[in-house]
């Protein structure tokens, strides 16, 4: 199971910290991302972390503003989100690759075979 938390109401250029708890079972080498989906648009990638040594990947349009990281120890995963802006506002999934390429970074939902309930995030200007 995957319970992402965190959500709420914040100010244009306000911060808050998403968190993702995974439970129920043990993922050896699994990549953790972060999806979001906006009213009225498709799902979309947002960053994603690879488990076991920690590499991570951004989407253009968050980079230098989000960054996630992981508690292995806590089997958690964060977005920190900091100078938001109002398109930021959206639902945000978190998800498990199970069976990542070495190749590339998950980026694609179809990558990803579990997700979670998902947490709102409205930034107001």
């Known amino acids: 199971q995957l319970q992402a938390s965190g959500g709420g109401l914040v100010q244009d250029g306000g911060s808050l910290r998403l968190s993702c708890l995974t439970s129920?079972?043990?993922?050896?080498?699994?990549?953790m991302g972060w999806f979001r989906q906006a009213p009225g648009k498709e799902r979309e990638f947002v960053a994603t972390i690879r488990w076991n040594d920690g590499r991570t990947y951004h989407a253009n349009s968050v980079k230098g503003r989000f960054s996630v990281s992981r508690d292995n120890a806590k089997n958690m995963v964060y977005l920190q989100m900091n100078s938001l802006k109002p398109e930021d506002t959206a639902v945000y999934y978190c998800?498990?690759?199970?069976?990542?390429?070495?190749?590339?970074?998950?980026?694609?939902?179809?990558?990803?075979?579990?997700w979670g309930q998902g947490t709102q995030v409205t930034v107001s200007s």
């Open positions: 998800a498990v690759d199970e069976f990542p390429s070495p190749l590339k970074f998950s980026t694609y939902i179809y990558e990803y075979e579990y």
């Open positions: 129920g079972r043990t993922f050896s080498s699994y990549v």
